[in-house]
């Protein structure tokens, strides 16, 4: 399937040829009032500083209009209710300015129902993600839960289309790697739709990143996938961090920091964990395209400084400085920190 269908959510574009765009879901209900949605925004802004390009939410309720409202309008990134079953819901979504609303067009029920949310996206010229869980699937025959979910998938978007609605994203996740990775490819050779990838439930840190990783690096060397959320149970930081990591990696997202460290082992004397992890969303929030090193002590570290643009090396308290592979200066521990920002923000 080579054909390019673009769709728009907010200010961004997706589809074959597009940047591939990381997503998280915020791990809280809408604020009650507008000055926690003011906090809420700022912390918008800071998820968007390193990576976050979509944010969605949960929308239970009409309660949450006029917060729902507020942020729409405000945010700098597109903003996603999350609907289900209740389609008032997601209609009253829609009037409060939603970028795109995410339904599953199975839970709605009647069919006029999905027809009237679809009607009111085609009049706000916003997008609609029809996302399908292998958990929440129309039972009838297939050669596979993996066919059902792609079959299922190209029927709704007939339907759509029926309306004279385009502007749709699919997603076809499940807690099953092997499943998820073989629903999308099954899609993916159908429908130039474009995708929006994830494997639901995947558990904490390190399983949900392993199997995220496995799932998704597949698909998008494969070529299939336009937008992506690891889902984490844990922090929405660590989601957004492993999203873009992830598409760093496959050379999918070129500026950035890439950052080599040490793992430690007994020979460290200067704490590498706690260095990193103080300075690690201030790196995540710089776009220069530079390989920065952290690194433990004087066996390996100062031959991993030389490969890197920038790196600092520290034995005990003396923390030693590279720029370009060249010892440019001794710092403190204290000042390890401000002197690495600032060797990167000197970096060309
Ligand atoms: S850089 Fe030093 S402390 Fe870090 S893993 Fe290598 S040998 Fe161990």
């Given at each position: 399937?080579n054909?390019v269908?673009?769709?728009?959510?907010?200010?961004?574009?997706?589809?074959?040829?597009?940047?591939?765009?990381?997503?998280?879901?915020?791990?809280?209900?809408?604020?009650?009032?507008?000055?926690?949605?003011?906090?809420?925004?700022?912390?918008?802004?800071?998820l968007n500083?390193?990576?976050?390009?979509?944010i969605?939410?949960?929308?239970?309720s009409?309660?949450?209009?006029?917060?729902?409202?507020y942020?729409?309008?405000?945010?700098?990134i597109?903003?996603?209710?999350?609907?289900?079953?209740?389609?008032?819901?997601?209609?009253?979504?829609?009037?409060?300015?939603a970028?795109?609303i995410?339904?599953?067009?199975?839970?709605?029920?009647?069919?006029?129902?999905?027809?009237e949310?679809?009607?009111?996206?085609?009049?706000?010229?916003?997008?609609?993600?029809?996302?399908?869980n292998?958990?929440?699937?129309?039972?009838?025959?297939?050669?596979s839960p993996?066919?059902?979910?792609?079959d299922?998938?190209?029927?709704?978007?007939?339907?759509?289309?029926?309306?004279?609605?385009?502007n749709?994203?699919?997603?076809?996740?499940g807690?099953?790697?092997?499943?998820?990775i073989?629903?999308?490819r099954?899609?993916?050779?159908?429908?130039?739709?474009p995708?929006?990838?994830g494997?639901?439930?995947?558990?904490?840190?390190?399983s949900?990143?392993?199997?995220?990783?496995?799932?998704?690096?597949?698909?998008?060397?494969?070529g299939?996938?336009n937008?992506?959320?690891?889902?984490?149970?844990?922090?929405?930081?660590?989601?957004?961090?492993?999203?873009?990591?992830?598409?760093?990696?496959?050379?999918?997202?070129?500026?950035?920091?890439?950052?080599v460290?040490?793992?430690?082992c007994?020979?460290?004397?200067?704490?590498?964990?706690?260095?990193?992890?103080?300075?690690?969303?201030?790196?995540?929030?710089?776009?220069?395209?530079l390989?920065?090193?952290?690194?433990?002590?004087?066996?390996n570290?100062?031959g991993?400084a030389?490969?890197?643009?920038?790196?600092?090396?520290?034995?005990?308290?003396?923390?030693?400085?590279?720029?370009?592979?060249?010892?440019?200066?001794?710092?403190t521990?204290?000042?390890?920190?401000?002197?690495?920002?600032?060797?990167?923000?000197?970096?060309?």
């Amino acid at each position: 399937m080579n054909d390019v269908h673009l769709v728009h959510i907010g200010n961004l574009t997706i589809g074959k040829g597009k940047p591939i765009l990381v997503q998280t879901m915020y791990d809280e209900a809408l604020p009650v009032d507008m000055k926690m949605a003011e906090a809420l925004l700022i912390r918008i802004g800071k998820l968007n500083t390193i990576g976050c390009d979509i944010i969605r939410f949960s929308y239970p309720s009409k309660d949450d209009h006029e917060v729902f409202k507020y942020l729409a309008k405000a945010s700098p990134i597109p903003i996603v209710a999350d609907i289900h079953f209740d389609h008032t819901l997601a209609l009253d979504a829609i009037e409060a300015g939603a970028h795109k609303i995410r339904i599953n067009p199975g839970n709605i029920g009647a069919r006029w129902k999905v027809d009237e949310v679809v009607r009111a996206a085609k009049d706000r010229d916003i997008a609609i993600r029809i996302g399908l869980n292998s958990g929440s699937l129309p039972r009838r025959e297939a050669a596979s839960p993996a066919h059902l979910m792609k079959d299922t998938a190209l029927e709704y978007l007939d339907w759509f289309e029926r309306l004279g609605f385009t502007n749709t994203v699919v997603s076809l996740k499940g807690s099953d790697t092997d499943l998820t990775i073989e629903a999308n490819r099954l899609f993916a050779k159908e429908s130039s739709y474009p995708i929006h990838l994830g494997v639901t439930e995947a558990g904490s840190v390190i399983s949900a990143v392993t199997r995220s990783t496995w799932a998704l690096g597949t698909l998008l060397s494969e070529g299939i996938g336009n937008t992506l959320r690891i889902s984490i149970t844990g922090e929405i930081e660590t989601e957004i961090q492993a999203g873009v990591e992830l598409l760093r990696t496959l050379g999918l997202k070129k500026k950035g920091i890439r950052v080599v460290s040490c793992p430690r082992c007994g020979r460290h004397t200067f704490d590498t964990i706690g260095f990193l992890s103080s300075v690690e969303e201030e790196l995540l929030a710089i776009e220069k395209d530079l390989t920065v090193a952290i690194m433990g002590c004087q066996v390996n570290g100062p031959g991993e400084a030389k490969e890197a643009d920038v790196a600092i090396t520290g034995i005990g308290n003396a923390i030693f400085l590279y720029e370009k592979g060249v010892l440019s200066r001794k710092v403190t521990a204290q000042d390890a920190k401000e002197a690495l920002l600032e060797a990167i923000r000197n970096a060309e």
